[in-house]
């Protein structure tokens, strides 16, 4: 789980939750959206051209090609040592995915946002805990009481993967368990 923040054209994502190699609170990614890049001498360079899709992935997805951005990710070994930043790609995916490519090492991540309904029930419950108080909204990165922090996201685990088990007791599939193979099959949704 990740928290998304914008500075002007700057994405930055923070860890949540965390792993043996990033911990939670680290960035875990960052990207420039800017619409003009520029270099670091000053001179301008051109964005990154979009993906194109396949004709059965832009009928699915509603484009036929999908806005990608330059960007930094965060690697460490495990103990957030040796901690190095290496070149990437934010990948936007129609209105409420994307995903982040940590190009040297050929890795991606996919994200999605909660659905509005799941999103309102955390927020309703966060606001009934003891621990957040009645109406309280959710706590804010710069909120400096963990214990508050760490009951909000822990709710929000315990909804997400509820919400989830759910969905596969009910028998819905994960129309994003298979966006990306390295092999030309009709699963490949990326040209």
Same mark, same amino acid.
Not at 1 to 14: H, P, Q
Not at 35 to 57: D, H, N, V
Not at 127 to 134: K, L
Not at 179 to 188: S, V
């Given at each position: 789980?990740?928290?998304?923040?914008?500075?002007?054209?700057?994405?930055?994502?923070?860890?949540?939750?965390?792993?043996?190699?990033?911990?939670?609170?680290?960035?875990?990614?960052?990207?420039?959206?800017?619409?003009?890049?520029?270099?670091?001498?000053?001179?301008?360079?051109?964005?990154?051209?979009?993906?194109?899709?396949?004709?059965?992935?832009?009928?699915?997805?509603?484009?036929?090609?999908?806005?990608?951005?330059?960007? @930094?990710?965060?690697?460490?070994?495990?103990?957030?040592?040796?901690?190095?930043?290496?070149?990437?790609?934010?990948?936007?995916?129609?209105? @409420?995915?994307?995903?982040?490519?940590?190009?040297?090492?050929?890795?991606?991540?996919?994200?999605?946002?909660? @659905?509005?309904?799941?999103?309102?029930?955390?927020?309703?419950?966060?606001?009934?805990?003891?621990?957040?108080?009645?109406?309280?909204?959710?706590?804010?990165?710069?909120?400096?009481?963990?214990?508050?922090?760490?009951?909000?996201?822990?709710? !929000?685990?315990?909804?997400?993967?509820?919400?989830?088990?759910?969905?596969?007791?009910?028998?819905?599939?994960?129309?994003?368990? !298979?966006?990306?193979?390295?092999?030309?099959?009709?699963?490949?949704?990326?040209?």
């Amino acid at each position: 789980m990740i928290n998304v923040t914008y500075s002007g054209d700057l994405l930055t994502a923070y860890k949540v939750t965390g792993d043996n190699n990033v911990p939670r609170g680290e960035i875990t990614f960052q990207a420039d959206l800017s619409p003009l890049k520029t270099t670091r001498g000053g001179k301008p360079q051109e964005s990154l051209q979009p993906i194109k899709l396949t004709e059965s992935a832009a009928k699915k997805w509603g484009t036929s090609q999908l806005p990608r951005y330059s960007g @930094s990710g965060s690697v460490a070994e495990e103990g957030f040592i040796n901690q190095q930043w290496m070149d990437g790609q934010l990948i936007m995916i129609g209105d @409420s995915y994307f995903s982040f490519a940590w190009l040297p090492i050929s890795h991606q991540i996919f994200f999605g946002r909660p @659905s509005p309904e799941l999103a309102l029930k955390m927020l309703r419950e966060a606001g009934n805990s003891e621990v957040m108080g009645i109406g309280t909204p959710p706590p804010s990165v710069e909120d400096d009481d963990v214990g508050k922090m760490r009951a909000y996201i822990t709710r !929000c685990l315990d909804e997400t993967d509820a919400h989830f088990e759910d969905e596969v007791l009910e028998g819905k599939s994960n129309e994003f368990s !298979c966006i990306w193979h390295n092999e030309a099959t009709e699963e490949c949704f990326f040209e």
